[in-house]
């Protein structure tokens, strides 16, 4: 609905605009002035003092805010996203007006998304509208939209349906339903709005002048017939087409100068321009002539009521009171009339000098509009109000039911209406949701709502502006804006205290500290990729070839991708890609790194373990590879789920600072959940814990493969680190700058100390193989005692493979055989080298200790044989080392077996 229609062009040129309404007005294609307010009303005035409106829902599904395709911005996203608040403006222009003040306060001085309208039509409702109507609500009270506001939890994107958080005027009538929903808990506490309404019926002065007893109930009973004669019906304009017109309107004459076109032409009472000045005319129901079946007359004459759902009482009124008038209105249930055909009415008497008598009241525009003529508002006084009478009003569902019984109501309740204080109905879960608000996030719209009031005299400014200017969605407009721009420490007056809250972003400081660093994340990748090209130089050294430089390779990567996220995680602005490159970086670069380091240390221990039992072990490097494949998967499924399930995100992380008015901003990653982060630390937290246990049970492993310390010391640096990161995250959780910065410091700093403490001590011997003589031809493995070590309750089977590790050959065999336990303490050690073609004794050294045993060596093609006894307590240590080129070449164990059998087996 609009109130009033717009010329069919009233402008060639944006200077036509600007002359008839301001400066930022554009003449737009349709030959219509735009509306000069779209960017804010503050802004319009005062660009460089104050900032352009935040946007709301409806500007940021038009892209209202930016620049494109032609279409200028006329918002800003707030810098704090607090929830958008919805106000009716319900069909009366007062009520229009209220809400269009309500949302320049929430969205210009608090910066708080506002529309305004019932949820299809805040487009066009709303006081930013580049449509520039006085639109009307299709309803006049919505509070089955506030409780819908609540089925919802307060966001009213989420539904289509009439949605609303804000009623600004409700009056008196309406109070049983304002009590039942309060008392449900639909509604929050009952506000006044600082308006005083008044309801009373009104004619016009003239009317007063020339038939005074029209402006008191107590003569009318008595006056029906001149009721009947003085209050004409009024006709509307296809009707008076139809009905009186002699031509159908085909002729313009002294009331039509044509036909009406459309559906609101058809049914209005009055067009401006003189198109259709009005037109009244006695009906079957002004005849007094006409009797009931009881001889009695029952004409009357012509009331304008108001429509059901407003406040009004006229039927119980007239019925009760003897008064002859009844409402002939279209509108159903108590023949009411619509807002705009009211004002219409009012409008045809004016210019037609007819009388008419009309349910009105007080603050509107109309009664400003004739305010000082023949045809101001002049009260008609009915039966005093009494508390008797109000508690007897009809509730307002009676008041629109078909039954005129109902309609009518008891008795004591036909009084005249008492002036009082209208109210704002604020939906509950507004309440409720900002409460539940974090602090530092919590909207000032539902306080600033409750703060809310204007009172009398204030809007009576406005009206009379609004009047004085043409009443136009222009002009009205205009006269808000207005009133608002002079009325500034008015409205500040409402504002909560802690309000209006500046957003702080992050500081030069800040930003200098991030990109330092940034800067050691940078050289710790740099580390990782020289460490890469070093390693691969000395690949060839014993060092490396021990430390499995294929499994040194895979740490590396993983050192890498830390490296990789600590740059991540002080990136200035994160998005989407890099808050995802966080988590992935450090799960995969953590498993990467400590993975292979558990399934090389674990499979040395399980090799050492077996041979001090005298056991087989077979250990393939591709089950190695699988394994930490395995791992590396798993982590990855993880990271699937959760890139998929809920995905960190950037988010903007608030703080209140201490004055309570600053609002620091920072950037952070975040999922909805803190299962997902939780569980990425245990997982690297467990690897540690792992990879700490085995370097332990490493320690007595043999020297060339034992890591332990510094394995040992490597854990023990990833766990400070770790631990570091932990008490970061929970200390600072809430201080996302703080959080990333110490987070990506405590990751750089974690690469380098593992490079550092790892391979930084095995380049330097690396080097030194490489590079001494003979340096890395050393064997790989020595006999030693333990390798001869003999548990008492088994007898055992050891195969070793001796061979010339300078010539690389293997082809010597040397098995041995216990048997009787000899006395003789110095003995010989006979062997048969294969090289030299010839035989080779060595002595063994004296004992004291009792236990000895004997054996027998043999040559592979057992062309050679020689008993031999010696020693296998802890002395043998003293026996001269000879080296072997490969581990022990097979491994059984026999219980109580006698004989030591060959073993031929080429893996190690």
Same mark, same amino acid.
């Given at each position: 609905? #609009?109130?009033?229609?717009?010329?069919?062009?009233?402008?060639?040129?944006?200077?036509?605009?600007?002359?008839?309404?301001?400066?930022?007005?554009?003449?737009?294609?349709?030959?219509?002035?735009?509306?000069?307010? %779209?960017?804010?009303?503050?802004?319009? &005035?005062?660009?460089?003092?104050?900032?352009?409106?935040?946007?709301?829902?409806?500007?940021?599904?038009?892209?209202?805010?930016?620049?494109?395709?032609?279409?200028?911005?006329?918002?800003?996203?707030?810098?704090?996203?607090?929830?958008?608040?919805?106000?009716?403006?319900?069909?009366?222009?007062?009520?229009? @007006?209220?809400?269009?003040?309500?949302?320049?306060? +929430?969205?210009?001085?608090? /910066?708080?998304?506002?529309?305004?309208?019932?949820?299809?039509?805040?487009?066009?409702?709303?006081?930013?509208?580049?449509?520039?109507?006085?639109?009307?609500?299709?309803?006049?009270?919505?509070?089955?939209?506030?409780?819908?506001?609540?089925?919802?939890?307060?966001?009213?994107?989420?539904?289509?349906?009439?949605?609303?958080?804000?009623?600004?005027?409700?009056?008196?009538?309406?109070?049983?339903?304002?009590?039942?929903?309060?008392?449900?808990?639909?509604?929050?506490?009952?506000?006044?709005?600082?308006?005083?309404?008044?309801?009373?019926?009104?004619?016009?002065?003239?009317?007063?002048?020339?038939?005074?007893?029209?402006?008191?109930?107590?003569?009318?009973?008595?006056?029906?017939?001149?009721?009947?004669?003085?209050?004409?019906?009024?006709?509307?304009?296809?009707?008076?087409?139809?009905?009186?017109?002699?031509?159908?309107?085909?002729?313009?004459?002294?009331?039509?100068?044509?036909?009406?076109?459309?559906?609101?032409?058809?049914?209005?009472?009055?067009?401006?321009?003189?198109?259709?000045?009005?037109?009244?005319?006695?009906?079957?129901?002004?005849?007094?002539?006409?009797?009931?079946?009881?001889?009695?007359?029952?004409?009357?004459?012509?009331?304008?009521?108001?429509?059901?759902?407003?406040?009004?009482?006229?039927?119980?009124?007239?019925?009760?009171?003897?008064?002859?008038?009844?409402?002939?209105?279209?509108?159903?249930?108590?023949?009411?009339?619509?807002?705009?055909?009211?004002?219409?009415?009012?409008?045809?008497?004016?210019?037609?000098?007819?009388?008419?008598?009309?349910?009105?009241?007080?603050?509107?525009?109309?009664?400003?509009?004739?305010?000082?003529?023949?045809?101001?508002?002049?009260?008609?006084?009915?039966?005093?109000?009494?508390?008797?009478?109000?508690?007897?009003?009809?509730?307002?569902? /009676?008041?629109?039911?078909?039954?005129?019984?109902?309609?009518?109501?008891?008795?004591?309740?036909?009084?005249?209406?008492?002036?009082?204080?209208?109210?704002?109905?604020?939906?509950?879960?507004? $309440?409720?949701?900002? $409460?539940?608000?974090?602090?530092?996030?919590?909207?000032?719209?539902?306080?600033?709502?409750?703060?809310?009031?204007?009172?009398?005299?204030?809007?009576?400014?406005?009206? $009379?502006?609004?009047?004085?200017?043409?009443?136009?969605?222009?002009?009205?407009?205009?006269?808000?804006?207005?009133?608002?721009?002079?009325?500034?420490?008015?409205? /500040?007056?409402?504002?909560?205290?802690?309000?209006?809250?500046?957003?702080?972003?992050?500081?030069?400081?800040?930003?200098?500290?991030?990109?330092?660093?940034?800067?050691?994340?940078?050289?710790?990748?740099?580390? *990782?990729?020289?460490?890469?090209?070093?390693?691969?130089?000395?690949?060839?050294?014993?060092?490396? *070839?021990?430390?499995?430089?294929?499994?040194?390779?895979?740490?590396?990567?993983?050192?890498?991708?830390?490296?990789?996220?600590?740059?991540?995680? =002080?990136?200035?602005?994160?998005?989407?890609?890099?808050?995802?490159?966080?988590?992935? @970086?450090?799960?995969?670069?953590?498993?990467?790194?400590?993975?292979?380091?558990?399934?090389?240390?674990?499979?040395?221990?399980?090799?050492?373990?077996?041979?001090?039992?005298?056991?087989?072990?077979?250990?393939?490097?591709?089950?190695?590879?699988?394994?930490?494949?395995?791992?590396?998967?798993?982590?990855?499924?993880?990271?699937?789920?959760?890139?998929?399930?809920?995905?960190?995100?950037?988010?903007?992380?608030?703080?209140? %600072?201490?004055?309570?008015?600053?609002?620091?901003?920072?950037?952070?990653?975040?999922?909805?959940?803190?299962?997902?982060?939780?569980?990425?630390?245990?997982?690297?937290?467990?690897?540690?814990?792992?990879?700490?246990?085995?370097?332990?049970?490493?320690?007595?492993?043999?020297?060339?493969?034992?890591?332990?310390?510094?394995?040992?010391?490597?854990?023990?640096?990833?766990?400070? @680190?770790?631990?570091?990161?932990?008490?970061?995250?929970?200390?600072?959780?809430?201080?996302?700058?703080?959080?990333?910065?110490?987070?990506?410091?405590?990751?750089?700093?974690?690469?380098?100390? =593992?490079?550092?403490?790892?391979?930084?001590?095995?380049?330097?011997?690396?080097?030194?193989? #490489?590079?001494?003589?003979?340096?890395?031809?050393?064997?790989?493995?020595?006999?030693?005692?333990?390798?001869?070590?003999?548990?008492?309750?088994?007898?055992?089977?050891?195969?070793?493979?001796?061979?010339?590790?300078?010539?690389?050959?293997?082809?010597?065999?040397?098995?041995?055989?216990?048997?009787?336990? +000899?006395?003789?303490?110095?003995?010989?050690?006979?062997?048969?080298?294969?090289?030299?073609?010839?035989?080779?004794?060595?002595?063994?050294?004296?004992?004291?200790?009792?236990?000895?045993?004997?054996? &027998?060596?043999?040559?592979?093609?057992?062309?050679?044989?020689?008993?031999?006894?010696?020693?296998?307590?802890?002395?043998?240590?003293?026996?001269?080392?000879?080296?072997?080129?490969?581990?022990?070449?097979?491994?059984?164990?026999?219980? $109580?077996?006698?004989?030591?059998?060959?073993?031929?087996?080429?893996?190690?």
């Amino acid at each position: 609905l #609009l109130l009033l229609q717009q010329a069919s062009s009233e402008c060639i040129s944006d200077f036509d605009c600007s002359t008839l309404y301001h400066p930022n007005s554009k003449c737009t294609v349709s030959g219509v002035c735009s509306n000069p307010y %779209v960017s804010g009303c503050l802004h319009s &005035s005062d660009a460089a003092r104050h900032k352009m409106r935040v946007c709301n829902a409806d500007d940021m599904r038009l892209g209202n805010y930016e620049t494109k395709n032609g279409r200028e911005q006329t918002c800003r996203i707030a810098d704090i996203p607090y929830p958008e608040i919805r106000v009716h403006n319900q069909d009366w222009e007062v009520a229009i @007006f209220l809400s269009w003040i309500m949302q320049i306060y +929430l969205m210009e001085f608090l /910066d708080v998304p506002a529309s305004v309208g019932l949820g299809d039509d805040t487009e066009i409702s709303s006081f930013y509208s580049m449509d520039t109507g006085l639109p009307l609500s299709r309803r006049s009270y919505s509070f089955d939209a506030l409780v819908r506001a609540n089925e919802f939890g307060g966001d009213c994107s989420q539904t289509t349906e009439d949605c609303v958080h804000v009623i600004p005027d409700v009056w008196l009538g309406q109070k049983d339903t304002l009590l039942s929903h309060f008392d449900d808990g639909d509604i929050d506490y009952l506000d006044g709005n600082g308006q005083v309404g008044k309801i009373s019926w009104y004619v016009p002065k003239k009317t007063a002048q020339d038939h005074p007893f029209t402006i008191t109930y107590v003569g009318m009973p008595e006056k029906r017939q001149e009721l009947a004669d003085i209050f004409k019906r009024p006709t509307n304009w296809q009707d008076y087409c139809h009905e009186v017109s002699l031509n159908n309107c085909t002729q313009p004459d002294e009331v039509a100068s044509r036909y009406p076109i459309t559906d609101f032409e058809k049914s209005s009472y009055f067009a401006p321009n003189g198109n259709y000045i009005g037109h009244f005319r006695h009906t079957q129901e002004n005849n007094c002539t006409i009797l009931d079946e009881f001889g009695n007359s029952t004409c009357t004459g012509h009331f304008v009521n108001a429509p059901c759902t407003w406040s009004t009482f006229a039927d119980a009124q007239t019925h009760w009171n003897d008064i002859p008038l009844a409402s002939s209105g279209p509108t159903a249930a108590n023949s009411g009339y619509s807002y705009s055909q009211m004002l219409q009415v009012w409008d045809a008497a004016n210019a037609t000098r007819e009388h008419v008598m009309m349910w009105w009241y007080e603050p509107d525009p109309l009664l400003e509009e004739y305010r000082g003529t023949d045809y101001q508002f002049t009260k008609v006084h009915l039966p005093s109000p009494s508390v008797e009478c109000r508690e007897s009003r009809v509730p307002p569902n /009676d008041r629109c039911s078909e039954d005129p019984i109902k309609r009518r109501g008891a008795k004591e309740g036909s009084c005249d209406n008492i002036g009082h204080t209208t109210k704002k109905a604020i939906a509950s879960s507004l $309440r409720d949701s900002t $409460r539940a608000t974090p602090e530092v996030d919590q909207s000032p719209g539902y306080s600033a709502i409750r703060n809310f009031n204007i009172d009398d005299l204030d809007l009576a400014v406005v009206l $009379r502006d609004y009047v004085k200017k043409g009443r136009t969605g222009h002009t009205a407009r205009e006269s808000v804006c207005e009133w608002v721009q002079n009325n500034m420490d008015v409205l /500040d007056k409402f504002m909560p205290v802690g309000y209006p809250r500046t957003l702080r972003s992050e500081s030069e400081t800040q930003n200098m500290l991030k990109t330092i660093a940034q800067g050691v994340g940078a050289f710790a990748t740099i580390y *990782v990729l020289v460490s890469f090209a070093i390693t691969h130089h000395y690949r060839k050294a014993r060092i490396m *070839v021990f430390a499995q430089v294929q499994f040194v390779f895979v740490m590396l990567f993983g050192l890498l991708l830390v490296a990789l996220s600590s740059i991540m995680h =002080a990136a200035l602005t994160p998005d989407d890609n890099t808050c995802l490159a966080q988590v992935w @970086f450090v799960s995969l670069g953590y498993t990467c790194l400590l993975g292979p380091l558990i399934i090389k240390v674990s499979a040395i221990n399980q090799l050492m373990r077996a041979s001090q039992r005298m056991r087989r072990v077979r250990i393939k490097p591709q089950t190695l590879y699988f394994q930490v494949a395995g791992l590396a998967c798993f982590v990855t499924v993880f990271l699937l789920v959760w890139t998929f399930v809920d995905p960190p995100r950037p988010e903007m992380f608030r703080i209140l %600072v201490d004055d309570g008015t600053t609002v620091s901003a920072q950037a952070t990653c975040s999922s909805d959940e803190e299962l997902w982060v939780t569980g990425y630390h245990f997982w690297e937290g467990f690897l540690i814990l792992c990879a700490f246990v085995l370097a332990f049970q490493s320690r007595g492993v043999k020297a060339e493969f034992n890591e332990s310390r510094a394995v040992g010391t490597m854990i023990y640096s990833h766990f400070v @680190f770790a631990a570091l990161r932990v008490i970061v995250y929970l200390t600072f959780g809430e201080e996302p700058y703080t959080n990333a910065v110490a987070t990506s410091f405590l990751l750089s700093l974690d690469v380098i100390s =593992a490079l550092t403490i790892y391979l930084v001590p095995k380049w330097v011997k690396g080097h030194k193989q #490489l590079t001494k003589p003979g340096g890395n031809e050393t064997p790989r493995f020595q006999i030693t005692a333990s390798s001869f070590r003999r548990e008492a309750s088994t007898s055992t089977v050891t195969g070793l493979n001796l061979s010339n590790t300078n010539s690389g050959s293997s082809k010597t065999l040397l098995t041995f055989q216990p048997s009787k336990q +000899l006395t003789k303490a110095n003995s010989t050690f006979s062997y048969f080298d294969e090289n030299a073609k010839r035989k080779s004794n060595e002595s063994l050294p004296e004992s004291t200790d009792t236990e000895e045993m004997s054996g &027998s060596f043999t040559t592979s093609d057992n062309k050679f044989g020689r008993r031999v006894s010696f020693k296998t307590t802890s002395d043998i240590e003293n026996i001269r080392r000879h080296s072997i080129d490969r581990p022990l070449s097979g491994i059984e164990e026999s219980s $109580r077996s006698d004989h030591l059998t060959e073993t031929n087996n080429d893996e190690s």
